[in-house]
Each structure stands twice: as C-alpha cells, then as structure tokens.
C-alpha cells in the first residue's frame, strides 16, 4: 500500500503570502502529526490529530499556523502571513493507534517551504 | 518528557559493527526509548523501540541496562547505505521529541 504522501515537495512564496500544505497519511491511520524541521535539527512538533481533532496543538509556533483534518483523513496544514522563519521541511506522519508502546509513526517525505 | 544526548557524528567502515549510545538520565518509568533513522530529503523511519534488557529485530538490536539511564543502538554490519541521522527519543506521549541526532557516515 501507499505510504504518507505529502504535496506539494516544494513550495517558494514570498513573504506575507499564505500557503497550504497537505498530507494524506495511510490508509486507516487515525493519528496525524505535523512535524517541521529546519536544516541541521530534528524535527520538531506541531500538532497532533486523533480522527478529526486536534488532540494537541501545543507545538504551532503562533496563531499564524493552523491545521484541519476535517474527514479524518487529509489534513492541511495552513500558514499565514508567512515569514522568512517559516522557510524549513514540513513533515507530516500517520500511525493505526496513539501513545505508547509500538506507536510507530510513518513519515512522508516532506514539503520544503522557502519564504523569499 | 525526557531529554537525551547522543553524539554528534560517527565515523565507521562497512563491515563493521556500530553501536550509538544515548543518554537518558531523567527517564521516567512508563517511558519506552525509540529510535529512527533520517536520510537526506526522507522523513524519518522507525527502527527499533524498546523498554528494557534486548530487543532485536531484522536491522538492529537496542541494549537497555536495568536502570535505563541509557541504551545503545546496536547496527551489525553496516554498509555504505546506513550512512544516516540516527535519532534516539524517550517517551511515553504521542508527539516525538527529537533532538539533533547522530550523524553516522560509513566509509567504503
């Protein structure tokens, strides 16, 4: 089956503008998680859905970024007002269950947004 | 959440064994350690996850001592195309939490 797909792999924007960046995680994963990485660090989290929810939000940066996973399934991550620090690889990761043991997650490849 | 510290980079030659180590002196008891590997423009990927004493599976073996302050990643001959970042995460939540990682570079 299909992994994580991620689109688009590249996005340039200029400063100000607005973007989205979307994930469509495995096939019956319930756990959808937003990660950003910036060159040379690990990734570094954003936020989590359990189905539809938002089950932690903790990691958004500001009130700039906000993301939607309105079916349970795809989610799209949306930046505002995007700034030359926003310009990093966006990972997003599904895994079948939450917490704890086993709970591996499943990487997509990432879109890397470069604010000009 | 516990906090970990591995090396920043390693150097090996195919063939030869590696094991990464990973220092965790504050983990707390439902923590399990997990780690993934990371190669250039690639999300991460799950390599192995343990709790305590040995786990090994088709790629690597994970030591953990009794009292899991630390634990070592165990790569049996390694080959030109291991050469990755190897991230160790501690935890019991949802979200990971990576740090830098180790840079490991295999020589032919």
């Known amino acids: 089956g299909a992994g994580v797909s991620q689109t688009p792999s590249n996005k340039v924007t200029e400063k100000g503008k607005y973007v989205e960046l979307r994930c469509d995680p495995i096939?019956?994963?319930?756990?959808l998680y937003w990660y950003r990485q910036s060159l040379g660090q690990g990734p570094e989290f954003l936020i989590y859905?359990?189905?539809?929810?938002?089950?932690?939000d903790s990691g958004l940066p500001n009130d700039r970024f906000f993301a939607v996973r309105p079916e349970g399934s795809v989610s799209t991550l949306k930046i505002q007002r995007t700034e030359r620090g926003d310009s990093a690889v966006y990972l997003c990761?599904?895994?079948?269950?939450?917490?704890?043991?086993?709970?591996?997650?499943?990487f997509g490849p990432g879109t890397r947004l470069t604010v000009l | 959440l516990a906090k970990t510290t591995q090396p920043i980079s390693m150097d090996s030659y195919e063939g030869q064994e590696v094991n990464i180590t990973c220092s965790h002196n504050n983990i707390a008891t439902n923590d399990y350690i997990t780690w993934y590997q990371q190669f250039p423009s690639q999300g991460p990927r799950f390599i192995i996850q343990?709790?305590?004493t040995k786990v090994t599976n088709e790629v690597a073996s994970l030591f953990i001592p009794a009292d899991r302050k630390s634990s070592t990643l165990s790569l049996p001959r390694v080959s030109l195309s291991d050469t990755a970042v190897y991230y160790c995460l501690v935890g019991y939540t949802d979200k990971l939490i990576f740090g830098t990682g180790t840079r490991l570079q295999v020589f032919p």
């Open positions: 343990g709790y305590k």
């Open positions: 990761a599904s895994s079948s269950y939450w917490g704890g043991e086993n709970n591996e997650q499943f």
């Open positions: 859905f359990q189905g539809t929810g938002a089950a932690d």
């Open positions: 096939s019956g994963h319930t756990a």
